[in-house]
């Protein structure tokens, strides 16, 4: 016998009344959690509208970018830190181009 046999086996044992119980059970059950399910739905909508509103903070961002680069690749470092034959810090270079790149995707979301 299948699980689904089973299954149906069980309910068909049943009496009407406790099936009707289930079914009140399972209602009131529906009633509690679809204001709570509603609630996480808005709670995770306005979370989103939140990230969306983040604005990057300049001076911050390029420090973060200058840690990242150079413990991803120290030769990469190198070159945008100023090291490269211009002697040129390439970094608020980058980091405007990052803004860009952020602003950009904000508007495509």
Not at 55 to 69: F, G, Q, T, W
Not at 81 to 103: A, K, S, T
């Amino acid at each position: 016998m299948t699980d689904r046999d089973e299954r149906i086996e069980t309910y068909y044992n049943w009496s009407a009344w406790d099936l009707a119980e289930k079914i009140v059970d399972l209602e009131d059950k529906a009633k509690w959690f679809g204001p709570l399910l509603d609630s996480l739905s808005k709670a995770n909508f306005d979370l989103m509208q939140q990230v969306k509103r983040i604005k990057l903070d300049p001076s911050r961002l390029e420090s973060a970018l200058r840690m990242y680069i150079a413990e991803l690749d120290y030769d990469v470092h190198k070159e945008l830190d100023g090291f490269n034959e211009e002697g040129i810090d390439m970094y608020p270079q980058e980091v405007d181009f990052f803004l860009r790149c952020w602003e950009t995707a904000e508007e495509e979301s």
